[in-house]
């Protein structure tokens, strides 16, 4: 079973939709939780970590579940420039590398 | 500042030959880390350092896979007698600090394609 699962998508909404994306992790030891944002042939690069009691960024809204070990990214107003994939991100305790799920495709749509 | 450097970026070899791929960190980050990538995955961990000392190569597919710092800055990742199966994207990154709550920032990658 792989540590991070993600529905890889795609998802094409319209822009000024609102749009959600889940994951679920495996290992209940897991202690630090992000999401990432790849750009097409870009790098990943920090989107927001995700804190137990939830937390915001202008338009997007990170939840932490540790009973149902899941964590979701909400995009309120959905831009074009939002297009690009998503990667849920965990650590386990004792570890410092990351484990990635697949990541979730956006599509934005004029 | 400069940000995370990869080099060479492509890199096309012939099975059976060995391979360095060199990761610049930012300066003055403790933790480098090695990944490797497939198309349509997300990164999947091979190794890491903080400073010169390899923590964890749990992620390092079999013995042909080595990675070094010995400085505690550069760091090479050698995949040795290279097979087709080795091709993907390899990603290095850097954090400031060892917790694991820090922000890993990402180079741009070294395509590896073994024909």
């Known amino acids: 079973r792989k540590e991070v699962e993600q529905d890889p998508g795609p998802f094409n909404v319209p822009e000024g939709a609102t749009v959600a994306f889940n994951c679920t992790y495996s290992?209940?030891?897991?202690?630090?939780f992000f999401w990432y944002r790849q750009d097409c042939r870009k790098e990943p690069k920090l989107l927001m970590s995700?804190?137990?009691s939830g937390n915001e960024d202008g338009r997007f809204t990170a939840q932490l579940n540790r009973a149902s070990q899941y964590i979701s990214l909400l995009i309120r107003d959905s831009k074009l420039s939002d297009s690009a994939t998503y990667l849920c991100v965990v650590t386990q305790t004792g570890a410092n590398n990351l484990f990635f799920g697949t990541g979730t495709r956006l599509t934005v749509i004029p | 500042g400069a940000g995370v450097s990869q080099s060479p970026r492509y890199k096309v070899t012939k099975r059976g030959q060995d391979v360095a791929l060199r990761c610049d960190p930012i300066s003055g980050h403790v933790s480098l880390y090695w990944y490797r990538q497939a198309l349509g995955q997300g990164p999947e961990f091979l190794t890491y350092f903080n400073y010169e000392a390899q923590q964890d190569k749990s992620g390092l597919p079999n013995d042909r896979f080595s990675a070094e710092r010995p400085e505690g800055s550069i760091s090479t990742l050698t995949i040795q007698r290279t097979e087709q199966r080795d091709s993907a994207m390899y990603r290095c990154?850097?954090?400031?600090?060892?917790?694991?709550?820090?922000?890993?920032?990402f180079g741009p990658g070294t395509r590896l394609t073994v024909l």
């Open positions: 290992n209940s030891a897991s202690q630090s």
């Open positions: 990154a850097s954090s400031p600090g060892r917790a694991s709550y820090n922000e890993q920032f």
């Open positions: 995700v804190y137990s």
